[in-house]
């Protein structure tokens, strides 16, 4: 599977941002998906993730009540609909792919095998 991010920008702080990650290749639909991301000097950070169905989603406690995450598996694209975003949501926010056979918990990003580049997103205060 491979990722290929977009939609990052600059935007003021309680503005709105849509994030969309478009994969190429079969196995999308067995693949559950997840954003992270990583600001400058820290870690790379869990942000939210989709199972392969779709059916169950998990947020950061950081962005939880703010963002959503959906994907269309016919389109093969998952989203990330950013509302009421602040300063500190500024960083490189990364879409990643994480197969049904790899066990663990979905927020690790050590968990997920497919990366894609990587979108900045900056938020004015």
């Known amino acids: 599977v491979q990722l290929q991010a977009s939609g990052g920008g600059l935007v003021q702080a309680g503005g709105s941002l849509r994030l969309s990650c478009a994969a190429s290749?079969?196995?999308?639909?067995?693949?559950?998906m997840g954003w992270f991301r990583q600001a400058p000097g820290k870690e790379r950070e869990f942000v939210a993730a989709i199972t392969y169905t779709g059916g169950v989603t998990y947020y950061a406690d950081s962005v939880k009540g703010r963002f959503t995450i959906s994907r269309d598996n016919a389109e093969k694209t998952v989203y990330l609909q950013m509302h009421s975003l602040k300063p500190e949501d500024t960083a490189v926010y990364y879409c990643a792919g994480k197969s049904a056979a790899v066990l663990g918990d979905i927020r690790s990003p050590e968990r997920y095998g497919y990366w894609g580049q990587g979108t900045q997103v900056t938020v004015s205060s």
């Open positions: 290749g079969r196995a999308f639909s067995s693949v559950a």
